[in-house]
């Protein structure tokens, strides 16, 4: 059984930064993709950002590109957002995500969710 607990959330004003990290337990092998997704109020969930840890490719929805990095510390099995120049509209829970049997960058097939962690951004 796959956990992800999220943490680093909180609020932040428009043009800050804040780090979200997921810590991973349970057994997730090297064909696993791990995720961030988010969903703001009366909207859809909608995935963030992608990384593929047997190589480190990523992918990313097109509003985060140049502002969040996503990265993995294999050793400490935790997964990263580094949000940078956060908008309002980056207002939202973010959830942490793993997919198994990962054959290619995408959003679909994320099986194990994280509980959320929340981030407000102000203007």
């Known amino acids: 059984q796959v956990q992800l607990v999220e943490s680093g959330g909180g609020s932040v004003q428009a043009g800050g930064s804040l780090r979200l990290s997921c810590a991973a337990s349970?057994?997730?092998?090297?064909?696993?993709?791990m995720g961030w997704f988010r969903q703001a109020p009366g909207k859809e969930r909608e995935g963030v950002a992608v990384?593929?840890?047997?190589?480190?490719?990523?992918y990313y929805v097109d509003s985060v590109k140049g502002r969040f990095t996503i990265s993995q510390d294999n050793a400490k099995n935790t997964l990263y957002l580094q949000m940078n120049s956060a908008k309002p509209e980056d207002t939202a829970m973010y959830y942490c995500?793993?997919?198994?049997?990962?054959?290619?960058?995408?959003?679909?097939?994320?099986?194990?969710w994280g509980q959320g962690t929340q981030v407000t951004v102000s203007s």
């Open positions: 990384i593929w840890p047997r190589d480190g490719s990523t």
């Open positions: 995500a793993a997919r198994p049997r990962c054959y290619s960058l995408s959003f679909a097939g994320f099986e194990h």
């Open positions: 349970g057994y997730i092998d090297r064909w696993y993709c």
